[in-house]
């Protein structure tokens, strides 16, 4: 813990929704999308379910 995330309350690009859609399509981790998009898994999770996509849990 204790990452610092820079894009903090920032709002979603475009192409950032485009990259989450296609990396939970492929199953990844919310940890793992939230590395690849520099957010928060909270952030990760909260756009998921706006945009009815399901993210996988695991670690």
Known sequence: ???KFERHKQPW???EIQKLH??????????AIG???TRSEESIKGRAKLDGLK?????
Do not use: I, N, P
Request: hydrophobic share 40%.
């Open 1 to 3: 813990m204790g990452e």
């Open 13 to 15: 690009t475009s192409d």
């Open 22 to 31: 296609r990396l939970a399509g492929k199953g990844m981790s919310l940890k």
């Open 35 to 37: 590395k690849a998009l």
């Open 55 to 59: 993210v996988s849990k695991l670690r």
